[in-house]
């Protein structure tokens, strides 16, 4: 069964080899094999869920090489959590696409498949050099789905995006060569044992790698000063191409969690971890305080969105920093409300977009609107979502934030950033509803295209998704509060990953 582990991986890239060989065929077929491969990528992320349930960590070693040595792919719950994430958003942004976003340019369904499988891979990975691959995988195939369909603002975008990603790539790369100089291995879970026991004389390199590591991670995150480039790529991106970067920055924040919370972390009190959450709190708190700022002065749906993903990516990583594990949990149900809605929110403002006469999602101009009260009554529903308001995922998990977040003293910053973060994207999304649908009817267009019922829908699941989150909140906080409790223990990681040679490396030190 432990060979069912590799399919994410397999599955996407055979899938996208297939779709560039037979991309002169009809695109029909093309969409058939990209929607059937994401609903299998579905399917085994469901069972890597209920696999995580059962057995703590589930290893496949390729090659069947003893660790620390080839690679290995490690799966727990927090790594299951976050394929079932990506396996329905890749769905959903899919079937988006195949109502005729995929035609604006060549090859999407191949790239997006090449895009699943560098995520998933690092996701499952447990070695650095291995994360650093899938990174440049998922990276490239981003870079040709922002640049997809053409056009200045796009190539613009693109060449900032690569820009700095591509110095992040030579940042990793460096601090890779630190570590491997240090440590003579770059197995996540030999590191960690090796970081550990590591002679003061290594500290301050240690320090640097680590400080490396979180500017790099910060790049894919979206962290101040490093987000500068997510609000123009995400809004020139096209719909389904958007909400699929949605999954971009919760890699970075996987990225840290993994590294700084299992690596450097089962060194309690390690100087090196010590200095990269002391830089994160206010790192964070700041990139939650200007993202709040960017949603209110943004000009378009899509540019508010991607502000409010840096508003996630804010309130995820100043969790992070405070080293806690209720905390911890709060914030994977955080992120799973915040990465649905924050993909809903690009897909809707598509879709907005397709029944104006003029505007497109822009706010400053006065435009006719097809069929108002439907795309009104989707737009309160995911802006109360999105809002945090009851009754849906939004306010469970930011309840829970500040539930964990005690004594307020100690927390105060995170307590105003988050709330007033929150009333900043109940005005702004206000402002966009009331500006749209609360119109005189002499606005309404008055030969209405028909409502494309497909994309609708799709929108409408999606934001179903979130209600179902707060539906079924008791049993999905278990399990993060399992994955949590997982990574804050990261002798369990070490021992599992590398079984009898952590025992074998013991004696001979003896």
């Known amino acids: 069964m432990n060979h069912l582990m590799i399919m994410p991986i397999v599955i996407p890239l055979l899938t996208g080899a297939f779709l560039l060989v037979m991309y002169r065929y009809n695109i029909g077929r093309q969409r058939s094999l990209s929607i059937g491969s994401t609903l299998l990528l579905v399917v085994f992320a469901v069972w890597a869920l209920l696999q995580a349930g059962v057995t703590d960590y589930t290893l496949y070693r390729l ?6 040595f080839g690679i290995v792919l490690v799966l727990d719950r927090l ?24 035609r604006e340019g060549s090859h999407f369904h191949a790239l997006l498949q090449f895009q699943l499988m560098g995520i998933n891979g690092a996701f499952l990975t447990g070695d650095l050099f291995n994360l650093f691959v899938f990174f440049e995988v998922l990276l490239i195939a981003s870079y040709a789905l922002l640049l997809h369909g053409g056009g200045r603002a796009r190539s613009r975008a693109g060449l900032h995006y690569v820009v700095i990603n591509l110095a992040g790539s030579a940042l990793f790369l460096l601090a890779l060569g630190i570590l491997y100089g240090l440590t003579g291995t770059l197995n996540m879970a030999d590191l960690a044992r090796v970081i550990a026991s590591a002679p003061e004389a290594d500290l301050p390199l240690l320090k640097a790698a680590s400080l490396l590591l979180m500017v790099v991670f910060g790049i894919k995150a979206a962290l101040l000063p490093l987000l500068f480039w997510l609000p123009r ?6 719909a389904p191409v958007a909400a699929l970067f949605a999954i971009m920055t919760k890699v970075g924040f996987y990225a840290m969690v993994r590294v700084f919370l299992v690596v450097f972390g089962l060194d309690e009190g390690s100087p090196a971890n010590e200095s990269v959450l002391a830089w994160l709190w206010p790192m964070a708190l700041v990139t939650l305080a200007l993202g709040g700022i960017g949603v209110l002065g943004a000009a378009s749906l899509r540019t508010l969105t991607a502000y409010m993903v840096i508003v996630s990516v804010g309130i995820l990583l100043a969790v992070v920093s405070r080293n806690d594990e209720q905390l911890l949990a709060a914030s994977l149900f955080y992120l799973l ?42 737009f309160l529903v995911a802006a109360v979502s999105m809002a945090s308001l009851p ?24 307590w105003a950033s988050i709330l007033i973060s929150g009333l900043l994207i109940i005005a702004a999304l206000s402002r966009a509803g009331s ?14 295209p028909a409502l494309d ?27 993060l509060e399992a994955a949590a409790h997982l ?9 599992a990953v590398l079984g009898d040679y952590v025992s074998q490396s013991r004696e001979v030190t003896e």
């Open 63 to 68: 090659g069947n090489w003893q660790p620390p």
């Open 233 to 238: 790529a995400y809004s020139a991106a096209s």
């Open 337 to 378: 409300h915040s990465t649905c809605l924050t993909a809903v929110f690009f897909l809707l403002a598509d879709l907005i977009g397709r029944y104006r006469d003029n505007g497109y999602d822009r706010f400053s101009v006065i435009s006719p609107l097809s069929h108002r009260w439907i795309l009104g009554t989707v």
């Open 453 to 479: 019922g497909a994309r609708t829908a799709t929108v409408c699941v999606m934001i179903a998704i979130s209600f179902s989150l707060a539906l079924f909140a008791q049993p999905v906080m278990d399990y």
């Open 79 to 102: 790594t299951a959590i976050m394929l079932l994430l990506t396996a329905l958003l890749s769905l959903f942004c899919v079937l988006y696409a195949s109502r005729g976003s995929d």
């Open 391 to 414: 009754p849906f995922s939004g306010f469970v998990s930011k309840a829970w934030i500040l539930q964990s977040s005690s004594p307020l003293p100690d927390y105060l910053w995170l």
């Open 487 to 495: 990574v804050y223990q990261p002798s369990g990681y070490v021992e």
């Open 435 to 448: 500006g749209w649908f609360w119109r005189p009817e002499e606005l309404a267009v008055k030969a209405a």
